[in-house]
């Protein structure tokens, strides 16, 4: 059988005593992810298909900050940011500022195969998502009683320091090789805990929080989008690998090396087109899970 491979992440983050109380569903959910994605490959099927719908699963899961159970912006509104790349064309999709759409992942999709742009946010992804009759969900779908909790632990801190200190956030992703050789990424989130209205984080823009290319490799970040939009982390990751640095090194000294001088806290998966995963992160615990044609599936919450 030709290679294929899948990884994914529920966030890269604080350890937290909701994931402590909750170990068991996490594991199941990641667990369920990778199942669906792997699959997808085992039948054939793209790495495109595997990774939208392996983050499909988890946007569908409350327990992962993306779809339902997304965080709350700190006017208890849920805006969420979601992104798909191929790379075997470097097509990709993405859309921020999404609110009422059951999976901001399918939508991304769409926007890559149905309309001649990249980026599409808010109305102007809506609309896309009526003409394409994507799955609608009334805004109390999106909001669980945790996410409620934070939203409101968060507004009665005193000052924004306070809050920054608390770093909330969350985010799903998945990586993947099919049997074809080809490789994808997509990332959703419902962005950070607390934050501005209309703020968008780095899971929906391409060569941050998500990249794709056959020639490298194809990355899913996380973390606080801010540090990675600014390091560019995902393309960065991609051109060190293009200058033939293995993957695991590429991604290790993106997150601990070259990222010293902004000291954001964040995390990523990777896949090169020969199967090898790159898995790296600065927080205290990052929510993963891979298999391959010659590795069985693994499931890491914490360390
Ligand atoms: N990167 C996401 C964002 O900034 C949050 C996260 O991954 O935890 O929106």
């Not at 909750?22 to 595997?50: N, P, R, T, V, W």
């Not at 993306?66 to 979601?82: H, I, P, T």
């Not at 990675?228 to 993957?247: A, C, K, Q, W, Y």
Request: with cysteine; charged share 20%; hydrophobic share 35%.
């Amino acid at each position: 059988m030709d290679k294929i491979a899948i990884a994914v992440h529920g966030g890269a983050s604080e350890n937290y005593s909701f994931l402590q109380e909750h170990q068991k569903e996490f594991e199941e959910g990641m667990a369920q992810a990778i199942k669906k994605g792997y699959s997808i490959l085992e039948k054939g099927g793209s790495a495109l298909d595997a990774v939208e719908e392996t983050v499909a699963i988890l946007e569908d899961n409350p327990l992962f900050n993306a779809g339902r159970g997304s965080a709350l912006n700190c006017q208890g509104e849920v805006e969420m940011d979601a992104s798909i790349m191929s790379g075997k064309d470097l097509r990709a999709g993405s859309v921020s500022m999404v609110r009422t759409v059951k999976n901001p992942v399918h939508l991304a999709r769409l926007v890559m195969e149905k309309t001649r742009h990249v980026f599409l946010s808010g109305y102007g992804a809506l609309e896309i998502a009526k003409k394409h009759e994507v799955e609608i969900e009334a805004e109390s779908y999106f909001i669980t009683p945790y996410q409620y909790e934070m939203y409101q632990t968060l507004n009665r801190l005193e000052t924004l320091e306070d809050i920054q200190k608390k770093k909330l956030k969350g985010t799903v992703g998945a990586v993947a090789l099919d049997m074809q050789g080809n490789l994808a990424a997509a990332t959703s989130t419902g962005g950070t805990s607390n934050c501005l209205p209309g703020r968008i984080g780095d899971s929906c823009v391409i060569g941050a929080g998500c990249y794709a290319n056959n020639t490298s490799c194809a990355v899913s970040g996380t973390g606080e989008g801010e540090y990675l939009i600014r390091n560019v982390v995902g393309h960065t990751i991609s051109m060190m690998v293009e200058f033939d640095m293995p993957l695991q090194e590429a991604c290790d000294y993106v997150i601990h090396e070259r990222h010293k001088q902004l000291n954001g806290e964040m995390g990523v998966i990777a896949v090169n087109k020969h199967g090898d995963f790159g898995i790296s992160f600065n927080t205290e615990i990052m929510k993963r899970a891979w298999q391959s044609s010659s590795q069985k599936m693994q499931i890491r919450l914490f360390d």
